[in-house]
């Protein structure tokens, strides 16, 4: 099966710096990888994705980069605000013959310092 | 729209009890997830209905019972939990059950077995 590892587990920034979480998966044969933000008390998020054919992909201050070769990809979030404070999680799926699930990374607790 | 909603918010039961937990979706999306959540820790698969047919089960103790009436609606029957039963339980959906579409959360029921 597949394996996400996620780093860090937290990771404090200061408001308006950048922020980068990483994750590296074990399964060369996982195709889709989305990105979720996941505030208290609350469900998941989808705030973006990218697939295997794509190298990178940018929405507004949010940005994902995928290298299929070191099987890492990378969220990365510009002029952090208050508000991106939650905890993110990485996930990778596995393109088989049916429905999967996700395989998620442990998530990363994003602090935005005012 | 992208939106999963799941009833109730918060049940408590205690172990003998018999309960159900629901999740709706009007996306047309014919793959939906049950997720289990513990505190701090990434969502874990449980379950997957393809085209209202289980085609995944996790493993998971047949405490849990898993329905899918129709396209849009996904039920959890829970009977006999224990207290380590006590978790976030997530719904998800997809549009489609194979390739690498997106899936979309529920708010989640957050469930105390006493």
């Known amino acids: 099966g597949e394996n996400v590892e996620q780093h860090p587990s937290t990771l404090s920034v200061q408001e308006g710096d950048s922020a980068v979480i990483k994750c590296t998966y074990s399964?060369?044969?996982?195709?889709?990888f989305p990105w979720y933000k996941q505030e208290l008390g609350k469900g998941p998020q989808l705030i973006i994705d990218?697939?295997?054919?794509?190298g990178e992909k940018k929405d507004q201050r949010i940005a994902v980069t995928l290298n299929k070769t070191a099987k890492h990809f990378s969220l990365h979030i510009t002029e952090t605000q208050p508000e991106d404070s939650a905890v993110y999680f990485c996930?990778?799926?596995?393109?088989?013959?049916?429905?999967?699930?996700?395989?998620f990374g442990k998530g990363t607790h994003l602090i935005i310092q005012p | 729209d992208t939106e999963v909603t799941q009833t109730p918010k918060h049940l408590v039961m205690g172990m003998t009890n018999k309960k159900s937990l629901k999740c709706e979706q009007h996306?047309?999306?014919?793959?939906m997830y049950w997720y289990k959540q513990k505190a701090k820790k990434p969502p874990e698969l449980m379950f997957v209905y393809s085209y209202e047919k289980l085609s995944i089960n996790e493993s998971v103790p047949s405490r849990f019972s898993p329905e899918c009436p129709n396209s849009s609606l996904l039920n959890l029957h829970l009977h006999a939990l224990q207290p380590e039963d006590s978790a976030l339980y997530l719904c998800?959906?997809?549009?489609?059950?194979?390739?690498?579409?997106?899936?979309?959360f529920g708010p989640g029921t957050r469930l105390t077995v006493t």
């Open positions: 996930a990778a799926h596995l393109s088989g013959g049916g429905a999967d699930g996700l395989t």
């Open positions: 399964d060369s044969a996982s195709n889709y």
């Open positions: 998800a959906s997809s549009p489609a059950p194979q390739g690498s579409y997106e899936q979309y």
């Open positions: 990218i697939r295997s054919n794509v």
């Open positions: 996306m047309g999306h014919r793959a």
